[in-house]
């Protein structure tokens, strides 16, 4: 079943064609990784799939549903949720607190009162348990990226955007991090844009390359390593 | 269970405000009646502008809206105080919600001046229809009108512990709202509104609410003063009276429900000090302002919490 699609999007920065992506598809359950030199237009493809960004034209569908006028909000609602490239925490507030408010969030979408125990499991996926009452401001930088991951978790979402998790952490977070991603695949369908390509490899069932802000290619991770053209525009073969 | 802290500190200060009626002069008596009422008006506005992150300079507005919606139902309608008060209330409310509804289309700068336009707008049109509301020179309330269940407001003693009960609910509502759900999320706004709208919150209805019940605080701030002091006018519409709020929380502590008390009092008396020295009064409460930003940007209370680990709401 596919979870997401996009039809013919397109996305202009004044006279810049930043996304112009015909076709894409997301089968529920997969992991999928969207890899392209910086300035592709990764970050803005994945900001219009969860309401950042209004798409200039084309269609967004999530579940069956139009949802290309959707306020993000109500995307997130629905069960799709975004991880910043660019840190964006709140600093002065603590670790628990970032995190209790997508539970709580969740818990009123759900009609549940589990938002604490949704804010504390969403902390311990990620290890950052023990620092729960620290503020998020003074962490290390890998921690504030591990905290950006929890609190899309704490959303318990359909579909997790996860863009550049890895950037900036050390090599045994990374090796966490995989671990972490592929237990939240079990349920949950995840989007990622990584540039580490172990972390894809490992990862990944099926790559989307962008280059120049459309799908240069699409396939397994095999596949892709096969591709000259990919080889050309990305890995500088 | 432990015991609540931050609550127990605001019912202490309830208590000794109260107490204050035994130990102060007549004259501190009717200063602190005053201060209290204005200190309602800011705690509003700090839920506004400290908690939600939101400057406006069109408060003043709101204020009087509550002024002439009790003072214009009393001397048209012959409403009762006790009904005319909350017709104060919920117009400067509904005004509030209206204008709020507009000007959160903006953010930032465009935000306090679109809020400063209409109340500019507010102030003329009062002036304008001089005829009802004596804008220019303001009105009286009939003195023997301004009682509520037997209660002569214009006495001295009723009119302080109407002022410390305004001012109490105010206060502790205030505390509820910043720690509830709700509050959190307007924390949260304030903080990093991308984030908080990435996380499946519309930041617009808790904007608007932050607006209108900030309105609500100072249209029942407006409505007591009309009450307690009897007088109706103009000028309460005037960008003084959307500045103040504004520096009593700025120097009480932006985003603690006990700062705009502590800035009230400190610039009510520095004011009244500084009128004695110089005609130019107002340089000191701009000295004033200037030392607190270069020493004490989070205020008296900001600063003070950074030492209590943040427990201070
Ligand atoms: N808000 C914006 N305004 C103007 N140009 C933008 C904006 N965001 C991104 N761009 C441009 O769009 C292109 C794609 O950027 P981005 O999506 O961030 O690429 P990637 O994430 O693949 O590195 C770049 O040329 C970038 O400069
Ligand atoms: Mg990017």
Redesign the interface.
């Known amino acids: 079943m596919t979870l997401l699609s996009a039809r013919n999007l397109v996305k202009d920065f004044g006279g810049l064609r930043a996304v112009n992506v015909e076709a894409f598809d997301l089968p529920a359950g997969e992991i999928r990784a969207v890899i392209g030199p910086n300035g592709a237009g990764k970050t803005t493809f994945v900001s219009l799939l969860?309401g950042?960004l209004p798409p200039s034209s084309g269609t967004i569908r999530f579940e069956d549903t139009d949802i290309t006028r959707l306020?993000?909000?109500?995307r997130?609602?629905r069960g799709i949720?975004?991880t910043?490239q660019i840190t964006?925490?709140?600093?002065?507030?603590s670790l628990l607190?970032n995190v209790?408010?997508?539970a709580?969030?969740?818990a009123s979408?759900n009609g549940t009162a589990d938002a604490a125990a949704r804010a504390a499991e969403a902390l311990e996926r990620v290890g950052l348990t023990d620092r729960a009452q620290e503020m998020a401001g003074v962490q290390a930088y890998g921690h504030q990226r591990l905290l950006e991951v929890a609190?899309g978790l704490a959303?318990s979402p359909k579909l997790l955007i996860l863009d550049e998790p890895t950037q900036g952490l050390a090599e045994g977070e990374i090796e966490t991090f995989i671990a972490l991603i592929r237990d939240v695949a079990q349920d949950a369908t995840v989007l990622l844009i990584e540039h580490n390509m172990s972390v894809v490899m490992a990862l990944a069932e099926r790559i989307t390359v962008m280059n120049f802000g459309e799908v240069l290619a699409e396939g397994t991770p095999d596949e892709i390593r096969a591709n000259t053209d990919v080889q050309t525009a990305y890995l500088g073969g | 269970m432990k015991p609540d802290r931050a609550l127990l500190l605001h019912l202490a200060v309830i208590a000794a405000l109260f107490a204050m009626q035994y130990v102060l002069p007549a004259y501190h008596q009717g200063n602190l009646a005053r201060i209290l009422v204005l200190a309602t008006f800011a705690t509003g506005y700090n839920i506004l502008f400290g908690y939600t992150g939101l400057l406006s300079l069109g408060h003043a507005l709101f204020f009087a809206a509550g002024m002439y919606g009790a003072g214009m139902t009393m001397r048209f309608l012959d409403w009762p105080a006790l009904a005319a008060f909350p017709a104060g209330i919920v117009a400067a409310t509904l005004l509030a919600g209206m204008i709020g509804a507009l000007a959160l289309r903006t953010t930032g700068v465009a935000f306090m001046i679109v809020t400063l336009m209409f109340a500019q707008a507010g102030y003329l049109t009062i002036l304008y229809f001089n005829e009802f509301t004596r804008g220019d020179e303001g009105f009286v309330i009939v003195q023997a009108t301004r009682n509520i269940l037997g209660f002569d407001l214009s006495n001295d003693d009723v009119r302080f512990v109407a002022a410390w009960l305004i001012f109490s609910v105010g206060l502790l509502v205030a505390l509820a709202v910043v720690r509830s759900?709700m509050g959190?999320?307007l924390?949260?706004i304030r903080?990093?509104e991308?984030?908080?709208?990435?996380?499946?919150?519309?930041p617009f209805p808790y904007k608007l609410s932050a607006v209108a019940l900030s309105g609500a605080y100072a249209g029942a701030a407006g409505a007591a003063y009309a009450l307690l002091f009897g007088s109706v006018g103009a000028s309460f519409a005037s960008i003084q009276y959307s500045i103040e709020p504004l520096l009593f929380v700025l120097l009480g502590g932006t985003g603690v429900v006990l700062g705009p008390l502590v800035g009230a009092i400190v610039i009510f008396y520095l004011i009244e000090y500084a009128r004695e020295v110089t005609t130019a009064y107002l340089i000191v409460v701009g000295v004033a302002l200037v030392l607190l930003i270069l020493f004490a940007r989070k205020g008296v209370l900001g600063s003070l919490r950074r030492r209590t680990d943040g427990w201070l709401p």
Not at chain 1, 71 to 74: M, N, T, V
Request: aromatic share 10%; glycine share 2%.
């Open positions: 969860c950042r306020p993000a909000h109500e997130v609602a949720a975004y910043f964006s925490i709140y600093p002065n507030l607190d209790m408010l997508p709580q969030r969740r979408l609190m959303l | 759900r959190r999320v924390v949260a903080e990093n991308e984030r908080t709208r990435m996380l499946g919150f519309d």
